[in-house]
């Protein structure tokens, strides 16, 4: 079967780093996405990573590892308005978008 | 208008109800989607449309009926909805369906959906 997995919940302060992982199994590979949502809100596009190597940009990077199967967003100099669900989903064989669970990141001042 | 709209934001229905979700996306896409969203889960691809066209059908029961009369606009029609059918419904476009960042998808802020 398919699977992304994410840690469920983190927590981190004000003004720190944190870096949230996802490992996945799926059937074939064609690229990862790193989304963000806000609690009732619209998922909103973060990042995309078909490439080896650290993406950059501004206060977030993603890196990739296809070998490992593994990916991670790093978040720089936390904010409050960082608190969300953070969603790793990938584009297996077939185009098909396989989704985490996403992982609810908690800031506290 | 920006983005993807979707009406309502939110829907209370008995479960003999008939209702419908609209979503609306003015980025000249040709892919739609939509998902069901519950807590603790990952987003369950239900249906996809690229260019109008029906491509993806997930087991979906057929209490929910889709419809995509033009690539801008994506109805989802409901009746005799089960209470565990309770969720958010998600809406999404892209300007492609496979391959790459062009299959980036863009979503609209939900409804949701209370069966009672």
């Known amino acids: 079967g398919q699977n992304i997995d994410q840690p469920t919940e983190m927590t981190a302060t004000e003004g720190a780093i944190v870096q949230i992982n996802c490992t996945y199994q799926t059937s074939g590979f064609n690229g990862l996405f790193w989304y963000q949502q806000h609690a009732g809100e619209a998922p909103t596009f973060l990042s995309y990573?078909?490439l080896d190597g650290l993406e950059e940009k501004g206060r977030f990077s993603s890196f990739l590892s296809r070998s490992k199967g593994y990916s991670y967003l790093l978040l720089k100099e936390l904010q409050m308005k960082d608190s969300a669900s953070y969603l790793c989903?990938?584009?297996?064989?077939?185009?098909?978008?396989?989704w985490g669970a996403g992982t609810k990141l908690i800031i506290k001042p | 208008e920006t983005g993807v709209t979707q009406t309502p934001r939110h829907l209370v229905m008995g479960m003999t109800n008939k209702k419908s979700l609209k979503c609306e996306q003015h980025?000249?896409?040709?892919?739609m989607y939509w998902y069901k969203q519950s807590a603790k889960k990952p987003l369950e691809l239900m249906f996809v449309y690229n260019f109008k066209e029906q491509t993806e059908n997930n087991s979906v029961p057929s209490r929910f009926s889709p419809e995509c009369p033009n690539s801008s606009h994506l109805f989802l029609h409901l009746h005799t909805l089960q209470p565990e059918d309770s969720a958010l419904y998600l809406c999404a476009s892209s300007q492609e369906l496979a391959g790459g960042p062009t299959d980036t998808q863009y979503f609209g802020p939900g409804t949701r959906l209370t069966v009672l």
């Open positions: 989903a990938v584009t297996d064989s077939n185009y098909q978008l396989i």
């Open positions: 990573n078909v």
């Open positions: 980025l000249g896409h040709n892919a």
